[in-house]
């Protein structure tokens, strides 16, 4: 029985990663849905969510569980003025040049984040990390973990209903069904689409709030985020938000599994392959229909 | 005009060839190596990403296999030179396989597909400590054993217009033609009877042997490699970055390009010490907003549009004398 | 013997029946026109005989050859060219580069290429645009740079894909007595085409119309165009009657 146990453990660990994946993933949707691009500054943005919650935890004692707020908002601004001084600009927005620019920005930010802090390891300490939530005798989950994966998950939902339910969701999906004639029907391009680059860069860098006690802090650490953020928008269907999200706790699950039966190293690999396997066989996605 | 650039092109390479005997500096050498290894890894990347125009992001896939194939054959006792051949064939093999699969899709989906390829790739390089030394790494046999550095620098001239010259010729080309046209539409390709996905695949070929061999000369110059370096997406990035700076799909923007961005990070090394890839992001910002077709391709085609004047406003039929209209009576297609 | 034939072709798009049931034949050396309403199954039906799709029931023959599941390239080198409606030329090359195209499917030689795309060219009175890039063009030129594109492949069969759409009538006219001589050199057209009656009614050999991806008329165009069946298509019952 133990297998069973270890597995099960395994799973479980999953899902509690697999919910900060997806709100990683749901960002990236949320921008490819709308802008049909590429954003392969989601890592860097994510880096400066976990930069932003450290500061601010440094500066007042708020630990990031509340301090995500502020790391949320901050990627928020950063990205609308993304959008609005540098994206809007590109002539044509041809897809070839918006993917070089989100790369050049990348680059910007990860090195300058690196020249103004260093390229150091940094970690915060939080009394909460050595506690363990038991289920029965062999089941036990670590309670920063639990917290997130709660916060993760309202938020996840909060951004559902958000594409769904509201004016702005309304006129997102519109514009991912076809750009051309929305303007026509009074919905104002640029800005629902600086708003969407907005959430998708405050979600990445709430995640990278979420993710700071659990993990080490320097300017790289988003780049394995954001190449796991492209799986889940391939595995999803790209530009589906509902999809991202399933398939960031599939990928969380499926990472804790190989970690388990085959060891940690071949994680990012596996995830790759499936990657791979989905692209060649059915490259609109296994779990997303509906587009956001 | 076509054949002053090729005079000029001539006696650029010839005076490249001639300047280890006027500078002895390993330093600078060593520099302009660099220099010249990635205006040949522009050049192989722009037959693929710039004339095709498939933007691959995982060109780092190919020159890892060079690398790695010199170190790892190397070590079970082929000779360093036999070593870098049949890591040109294993890289041209990587290639099929890859292209195969990525080529079916288009867009973002197919820049996405190549950089997972060359992800695995690192991974399993990394992964597989028995073989390959993983993370600590593999020792790389030194290719030149006489005045090596100047041997280096020589091969990255040479092998920057091995490549000039084979983008010159296929430019000219049928097969040349036939990747712009992929570029430009791939519908409108397949209806003028063009395979393709085999016309993409074979420059894919080419720029992989030519990467792979980059490859393995960085390799061997640094005696030592990890996958994280020759294997990373920031390798695939620059490679990528390098002709779209000095214009992609055109000859010499590869080779400008170069020149370009290795300076400035030369110069800008020394301020921003382990952030040197700043100012890549920023050269790449620039390019973008203020000069979308590359440094090359927008100063050509400012000086086209002045040169030619239309003849006749666009769309109108043109007027015909009799004689014109005699002559087309006579055609038969 | 028929250069084309479609025998029985269908195709669905989902819960769409785009072609249903479908037969024709294209005689050598014949201009025959595809007519019908927007969204009638013109374009689907180019689609497939070009190999873009392949018919989900029926067989499509060429020279007697099936050609039911080609691909569009191998379609081009059987002798099949093509325009497209939506105009695609390749924006960035001149509009001799964008001919030239065409005729490497017959040379491997540049300068082979290049005499047979000016030849081509200069027959659609093209020859003052010769080394300008294609993106400047307006749509009547673009039009024509479709037609040189797909006639420099020297095929058998062109179809035309609503060649004359959005061109004013003269223009229209013009270009239409260009294609009608086709003909003389062996090449069959097919043309799909929408409302600009004129141009049929001058050069088209045969007619054949469809709507709502069904054939519903066939024959000679002054014939076809007073049927009630084809009238209905067009206007709604209401006008059947004027044909009587």
New interface residues.
């Given amino acids: 029985m133990n297998w069973f146990y270890a597995s099960l453990q395994a799973v479980l660990n999953g899902l509690l990663t697999g919910a900060l994946y997806a709100l990683i993933g749901m960002g990236m949707a949320l921008i490819f849905g709308v802008m049909r691009i590429v954003n392969f500054t989601h890592g860097a943005f994510l880096m400066l969510g976990m930069y932003a919650s450290y500061i601010f935890f440094q500066k007042t004692g708020i630990n990031p569980y509340m301090g995500f707020v502020v790391s949320g908002a901050v990627l928020f601004v950063i990205g609308y003025a993304v959008y609005m001084g540098l994206l809007r600009r590109i002539p044509g927005q041809v897809d070839f040049m918006v993917i070089l620019l989100t790369l050049g920005l990348a680059l910007i930010i990860t090195d300058g984040v690196q020249l103004i802090f260093g390229a150091d390891y940094h970690q915060i300490n939080l009394p909460l990390l050595a506690k363990n939530f038991r289920i029965g005798s062999q089941i036990s989950l670590n309670a920063p973990w639990l917290v997130s994966f709660a916060i993760a998950l309202v938020l996840a939902v909060a951004l559902y209903f958000v594409v769904t339910h509201t004016m702005f969701g309304r006129a997102a999906r519109a514009i991912a069904q076809n750009p051309y004639p929305s303007p026509l029907m009074g919905i104002n391009v640029n800005q629902v689409q600086a708003i969407s680059f907005g959430i998708g860069a405050a979600a990445a860098g709430i995640a990278g709030a979420l993710l700071l006690p659990v993990f080490y802090l320097y300017p790289a650490v988003g780049s394995q985020f954001e190449l796991k953020s492209f799986v889940m928008v391939v595995l999803g269907g790209m530009g589906s938000i509902q999809g991202a999200a399933i398939a960031g706790l599939v990928l969380g699950v499926v990472e804790n599994l190989t970690s388990l039966y085959w060891g940690n190293e071949w994680a990012l690999a596996v995830d790759f392959v499936i990657f791979i396997l989905v692209l060649s066989l059915k490259p609109s996605g296994i779990f997303g229909s509906q587009r956001a | 005009m076509k054949n002053l650039q090729f005079v000029f092109a001539a006696l650029f390479f010839l005076l490249s060839l001639t300047v280890p005997l006027f500078i002895h500096s390993d330093y600078t050498l060593q520099i302009l190596f660099r220099l010249f290894l990635f205006a040949a890894l522009g050049l192989a990347w722009n037959l693929v990403g710039g004339y095709a125009?498939q933007?691959s992001?995982g060109h780092a896939a190919y020159f890892g296999v060079g690398a790695y194939g010199l170190a790892l054959l190397a070590k079970l006792g082929i000779s360093p030179w036999l070593a870098v051949l049949l890591g040109v064939v294993l890289a041209v093999i990587s290639a099929a396989i890859i292209g195969s699969?990525?080529f079916?899709?288009r867009?973002?989906?197919f820049?996405?597909?190549t950089?997972?390829?060359a992800?695995?790739l690192r991974?399993?390089a990394?992964?597989l400590p028995d073989v390959t030394g993983g993370d600590v790494g593999t020792q790389v046999p030194l290719l030149f054993t006489q005045s090596s550095i100047k041997s280096f620098y020589i091969s990255g001239v040479l092998l920057t217009a091995l490549a000039f010259v084979l983008t010159a010729w296929i430019e000219?080309?049928?097969f040349g033609?036939?990747l712009?046209?992929i570029r430009?539409?791939e519908?409108?390709?397949?209806?003028?009877?063009?395979?393709?996905a085999r016309v993409k695949l074979w420059s894919l070929l080419i720029s992989a042997a030519i990467t792979a061999i980059g490859g393995a000369l960085y390799a061997s110059l640094f005696l030592f490699i990890v996958p994280d370096q020759v294997m990373s997406?920031d390798m695939s990035?620059e490679i990528a970055?390098v002709p779209?700076l000095g214009g992609a799909g055109t000859l010499f923007g590869p080779v400008i390009g170069s020149m370009v961005l290795e300076t400035a990070s030369e110069i800008f090394k020394n301020v921003?010490e382990?952030?040197?890839?700043?100012i890549?992001?920023?050269?790449?910002?620039v390019?973008?907003?203020f000069l979308?077709e590359g440094i090359v391709g927008t100063v050509t085609n400012k000086l086209r549009f002045f040169k030619?004047a239309?003849?006749?406003p666009?769309?109108?039929?043109?007027p015909?004398t009799p004689e014109?209209e005699a002559?087309?009576t006579a055609?038969?297609? | 013997m028929s250069l084309l034939e479609a025998k029985h072709v269908s195709k669905r798009f989902g819960g769409l029946k785009a072609i249903n049931d479908i037969s024709f034949a294209v005689n050598p050396a014949e201009i025959t026109f595809i007519v019908g309403p927007n969204g009638a199954g013109k374009t689907t039906l180019f689609n497939l005989i070009t190999g873009v799709f392949h018919p989900d029931a029926g067989a499509i023959y060429f020279h007697d050859q099936d050609i039911t599941k080609l691909t569009p390239d191998q379609a081009a080198k059987l002798g099949i060219g093509r325009t497209f409606q939506i105009v695609k030329p390749l924006r960035n090359l001149t509009v001799l580069e964008n001919v030239m195209l065409g005729a490497f499917l017959r040379t491997s030689s540049p300068s082979k290429a290049e005499a047979a795309a000016t030849q081509v060219l200069k027959f659609l009175q093209m020859e003052k645009f010769l080394h300008l890039p294609a993106r400047g063009m307006g749509l009547p030129m673009l039009k024509r740079l479709e037609i040189a594109r797909a006639l420099a492949t020297h095929p058998k069969l062109i179809l035309l894909d609503e060649v004359v759409a959005g061109l004013p009538t003269p223009e229209a006219i013009k270009l239409a007595m260009l294609l009608k001589r086709l003909p003389e050199w062996g090449i069959s057209a097919i043309g799909g085409i929408e409302h600009v009656m004129q141009v049929v009614m001058r050069i088209a050999d045969r007619v054949i119309v469809i709507d709502h991806g069904t054939l519903i008329a066939e024959g000679k165009p002054e014939d076809v165009v007073h049927r009630p069946e084809v009238i209905e298509a067009y206007l709604g019952p209401k006008y059947k009657e004027i044909a009587l």
């Fill in positions: 125009g933007l992001l699969v990525s079916r899709l867009g973002p989906y820049a996405l597909c950089i997972a390829f992800e695995v991974l399993i990394k992964n000219r080309s049928k033609y036939y712009m046209a430009e539409d519908d409108t390709a397949m209806s003028v009877g063009i395979n393709t997406i990035v970055i779209m921003f382990e952030a040197h890839l700043l890549y992001g920023v050269l790449v910002v390019v973008v907003l979308p030619k239309p003849a006749a666009f769309g109108a039929p043109v015909v014109e002559e087309r055609f038969r297609p």
